[in-house]
């Protein structure tokens, strides 16, 4: 299901579950105040140095099934080769290697703070109500409800819309409530599972939600209130379905980076707050951009890129991309170079035997082959909006074959005891679930060292996240049909660099390791030293790029010695003139001989005409000095047989002495 309507944000959670924005709603950016905004303004003197954390223990065994009875099913946490009521199994260990890290250390999250930036949170659900409600300084007082409707100012729970005839709708799924209890389940209650961090402190910021949408409410609800600027972590499992530029000044892009910015050097005591993002579903397309990606799916590269907006192009975001239960890419998830990370998604978690048990009854069949290959593997077990009326779990038409293909197996159907009440789901997928795992991790990660910064964080998953698919290679593609001479890398395998780090456009640094991860926060003994950024002026071109040439057009900047950083983040703005923009590849290749496609020829930019200074981001280069010669090759697939004119570039560098 998709839901696409005209200036509302799109959540797709069932069968293609996109979490993309679309153009909406703005608001003056001269009137944005920081730290201004407070839903309980004595809340806020809580002591943001996490002095305040009370060691306890809290240990989680998932395999406990009288505390943690859906434990077992949640292959992302603990993979043993289970289907999570789906047809398929996945591996044994291809999981983020966190049991011991529960069970044994006893990490939970505990006195982490984590804002779900999404649709709302049901803070009434069972699982999640400890976390939510259950110490007077934490996140229902920090929650913001933006919409205009009957819920308190600090209640973002989903609130179903009236009908024409005064009725509340059925068809309701909260996206947020599904997130957070990826990150932050309440585990050892005798019901339900566990989060990555299950005592993790939640806030819900339903600023995605239709209405909400505007610059101001974004810059709140990502740290530039009191109401928020108490999270140590933020999660943003949203983004755009953009298959054209979007400017830099839209109001949600531009309120979206000036608040991280801001809270990536003033929050959590000048630590620093993570943000972490989801990369997008954009990989292929069946559906409505179904055309525009027909290149993108027949060449085997994105046909949307993590880099198309600028929200994912930024030093201050970790990019997160999605990991199947098989341990590699999830059919969906978008690649790019400005990946930091991968993490389980799933797949859709469809059962085929309860599906075609259904339709058997009314003597008809369903045709697989009409849908992605991966609909029977499993997805990801959180929990779901309370109740059987709404959510993806609940009492539905079964008599109805578009509801039992809605359903997708017998768990969402209420046919297991552990479910009964439709309190979970067993079928959130997308980066948006790849995304809390990842920020339940963090939570583990600053329970174990709440010293360290976001820079410091980012290091620590760049070293031990864990290579997956290790033997992939990218992909090819003759430019010239039949001509041998013509072949061009268009997307690369693993890549590593000359600082040692191995990266991918597929994975970034890796999967999250926890454990790994842990035990180097806990003897964290890096200096990343003092930040700096370093920006070249823009340099015009009018260069024609030959067609279907796999050497392009190649052009240089240099970084004189004494400008030169170790780096943290490397950045282009480029500009381009074509007739069909899904013929454009941009390539980066370091003064040390690293190569990084920032941008893939086959792209879903078929019907745009031009790159007006877009900023792309690689981490590829990371840990590598900056100083030397950059050269950027531009390149003309031919494709499209489109006239490409480059017209310019320049290069941003952040990292340290």
């Given amino acids: 299901m998709i839901i696409n309507k005209k200036n509302m944000l799109i959540l797709s959670v069932p069968v293609i579950a996109i979490s993309f924005l679309s153009s909406c709603g703005n608001k003056n950016q001269e009137n944005v105040e920081l730290s201004t905004k407070s839903v309980l303004t004595a809340q806020s003197s809580f002591d943001a140095n996490n002095t305040e954390i009370k060691r306890n223990k809290f240990c989680t065994d998932l395999a406990n099934e009288k505390l943690?009875?859906?434990?077992?099913?949640?292959?992302?946490?603990?993979?043993?080769?289970?289907?999570?009521?789906?047809?398929?199994?996945?591996?044994?260990?291809?999981?983020?290697?966190?049991?011991?890290?529960?069970?044994?250390?006893?990490?939970?999250?505990?006195g982490i703070r984590v804002g779900v930036v999404d649709s709302g949170i049901d803070i009434a659900h069972k699982s999640l109500n400890p976390n939510i409600d259950n110490e007077e300084y934490v996140s229902k007082s920090w929650s913001i409800n933006f919409k205009n409707n009957r819920l308190a100012p600090n209640d973002p729970s989903p609130s179903p819309a009236e009908d024409s005839e005064g009725d509340l709708e059925d068809d309701v799924v909260d996206h947020g409530t599904m997130v957070a209890g990826i990150i932050a389940m309440r585990s050892n209650l005798g019901f339900g599972g566990s989060g990555v961090a299950p005592r993790a402190k939640l806030s819900g910021y339903n600023v995605i939600s239709s209405g909400s949408q505007n610059f101001q409410n974004f810059v709140d609800a990502l740290g530039g209130s009191d109401a928020s600027q108490g999270n140590d972590i933020f999660n943003m499992s949203f983004g755009f379905s953009n298959l054209e530029q979007i400017p830099d000044s839209h109001p949600l892009?531009?309120?979206?980076?000036?608040?991280?910015?801001?809270?990536?050097?003033?929050?959590?005591d000048g630590k620093g707050a993570l943000y972490v993002k989801s990369a997008g579903n954009g990989y292929i397309s069946s559906g409505i951009f179904y055309f525009k990606c027909s290149k993108a799916n027949e060449i085997n590269v994105s046909c949307q890129n993590s880099n198309m907006n600028l929200l994912?192009?930024?030093?201050?975001?970790?990019?997160?991309?999605?990991?199947?239960?098989?341990?590699?890419?999830?059919?969906?998830?978008?690649?790019?170079?400005s990946l930091w990370v991968s993490a389980p998604g799933g797949e859709?978690?469809?059962?085929?035997?309860?599906?075609?048990?259904?339709?058997?009854?009314?003597?008809?069949?369903?045709?697989?082959?009409?849908?992605?290959?991966?609909?029977?593997?499993?997805?990801?077990?959180?929990?779901?909006?309370?109740?059987?009326?709404?959510g993806m779990s609940k009492t539905a038409d079964l008599n109805d074959l578009d509801s039992v293909l809605n359903i997708r197996n017998e768990f969402n159907a209420l046919n297991f005891d552990e479910n009964l009440d439709g309190d979970y789901t067993n079928t959130m997928n997308g980066t948006s679930s790849a995304a809390p795992v990842t920020s339940g991790s963090l939570a583990l990660i600053l329970e174990a060292n709440p010293k360290l910064t976001w820079r410091d964080v980012k290091y620590i998953l760049a070293k031990t996240s864990t290579?997956?698919?290790?033997?992939?290679?990218?992909?090819?593609?003759?430019?010239?049909?039949?001509?041998?001479?013509?072949l061009y890398q268009a997307e690369q395998g693993w890549v590593k660099n000359a600082a040692g780090f191995s990266f991918s456009n597929w994975y970034g640094f890796g999967r999250v390791n926890v454990s790994e991860a842990v035990e180097l926060a806990k003897n964290y003994k890096v200096n990343l030293g003092q930040y700096q950024e370093m920006s070249s002026k823009f340099i015009d071109h009018t260069k024609q790029v030959p067609k279907a040439d796999p050497n392009g057009y190649v052009t240089s900047l240099n970084i004189p010695t004494r400008d030169g950083l170790n780096?943290?983040?490397?950045?282009?703005?480029?500009?381009?003139?074509?007739?069909?923009?899904?013929?454009?590849?941009?390539?980066?290749?370091?003064?040390?001989?690293?190569?990084?496609?920032l941008w893939n020829v086959g792209n879903g930019f078929v019907y745009t005409k031009k790159l007006d200074k877009i900023t792309l981001q690689s981490n590829a280069f990371y840990g590598e000095n900056s100083s030397g010669?950059?050269?950027?090759?531009?390149?003309?697939?031919?494709?499209?047989?489109?006239?490409?004119?480059?017209?310019?570039?320049?290069?941003m560098v952040t990292g340290h002495k």
Wanted: hydrophobic content about 30%; charged content about 20%; proline content about 2%.
């Fill in 312 to 337: 994912n192009a930024i030093p201050e975001t970790i990019v997160v991309g999605a990991l199947n239960a098989k341990g590699k890419k999830a059919s969906y998830s978008t690649a790019g170079s």
């Fill in 467 to 486: 290579k997956v698919d290790a033997e992939n290679a990218g992909s090819q593609v003759q430019l010239v049909k039949g001509d041998s001479n013509s």
């Fill in 629 to 651: 010669n950059w050269k950027l090759k531009v390149i003309n697939a031919g494709f499209f047989n489109s006239n490409t004119t480059f017209k310019g570039w320049k290069i």
């Fill in 68 to 110: 943690n009875p859906l434990g077992k099913y949640q292959w992302h946490l603990k993979n043993t080769g289970q289907d999570a009521f789906a047809s398929e199994s996945g591996i044994a260990g291809e999981d983020i290697n966190v049991d011991d890290v529960l069970k044994k250390q006893c990490l939970s999250g505990n």
């Fill in 348 to 390: 859709y978690g469809v059962n085929k035997e309860f599906v075609e048990g259904r339709y058997s009854d009314y003597d008809k069949k369903i045709d697989w082959s009409k849908y992605r290959p991966t609909i029977g593997e499993p997805a990801i077990i959180t929990t779901d909006y309370s109740g059987t009326r709404y």
């Fill in 567 to 597: 780096i943290e983040s490397v950045q282009i703005q480029v500009s381009a003139d074509s007739t069909n923009l899904g013929d454009i590849g941009f390539e980066l290749t370091s003064p040390s001989g690293t190569k990084s496609i």
């Fill in 253 to 268: 892009i531009s309120s979206g980076a000036l608040a991280m910015r801001y809270g990536a050097r003033q929050l959590r």
